[in-house]
């Protein structure tokens, strides 16, 4: 298996050619989309940008609005903000989640067209693991979407280097992969308690590696990628 990176916010950064692209956002996009569908979403879209998040729930039933902006902070007017700890404590059976977020979403949208595509954090690295061997793929290729000009973005290249020593068939510790999300540039906002829209209980959950047995694959519905 060939296994490559890219980062979403270096210029350099280009679409991979590989058949399997794994999307990663650990804080806090797809650890929030995972207790989504934990919680019984039926879904979740993911919407670049607030206008085409706002549009497209109002185009689909049962739809729940989920976001925020560069930063964290939630968008005004929408049901949640991106905070997988506040969508722990949700009902979300049947629901239609639309998603928008400055990292996550972003990376799924330019990587759309790949072959195969997941959404992956670290609450769900093994299972995702677990999928793309499944699959057989013999491409892959991680996008980093942590990295900024103010944060390491060491949450998510701790989760593509704990699915990839999974993928080569090793047996690595989950729980040092956890402390690199604690201990990130980022993770480490939601720990000071100086951030009031970064709790510390999104950290706990992100940094909890493996909490479901469930993969994300991305797929295409009447041109709109959904998340099941």
């Known amino acids: 298996m060939n296994i490559s990176r890219v980062f979403l916010n270096r210029l350099h950064s280009q679409a991979s050619r590989g058949d399997t692209v794994v999307v990663i956002d650990v804080l806090r996009s797809f650890t929030t989309a995972a207790v989504a569908l934990a919680n019984g979403a039926a879904g979740v879209y993911p919407a670049e940008g607030v206008s085409a998040a706002a549009n497209l729930a109002a185009a689909i039933s049962d739809a729940v609005l989920v ?49 195969r595509l997941y959404a992956a954090s670290l609450v769900c690295a093994r299972a995702t693991a677990a999928a793309i061997l499944a699959s057989g793929a013999e491409e892959v290729c991680f996008v980093i979407t942590g990295e900024w000009v103010d944060r390491d973005g060491d949450e998510d290249i701790a989760c593509a280097d704990y699915i990839e020593a999974l993928l080569r068939g090793e047996r690595p510790d989950p729980e040092s992969f956890a402390l690199r999300v604690r201990n990130s540039d980022f993770g480490r906002r939601f720990s000071s308690g100086a951030w009031p829209h970064l709790p510390c209980g999104d950290l706990e959950l992100a940094a909890h590696a493996d909490l479901f047995d469930f993969a994300m694959p991305v797929g295409c519905e009447a041109g709109r990628l959904i998340i099941r």
């Open 67 to 115: 976001g925020a902006v560069g930063g964290g902070d939630p968008v005004p007017g929408f049901d949640f903000g991106n905070s997988p700890w506040q969508l722990m404590q949700t009902d979300l059976a049947g629901k239609n989640v639309v998603m928008t977020t400055a990292a996550g979403v972003r990376g799924l949208q330019r990587f759309g067209r790949a072959h």
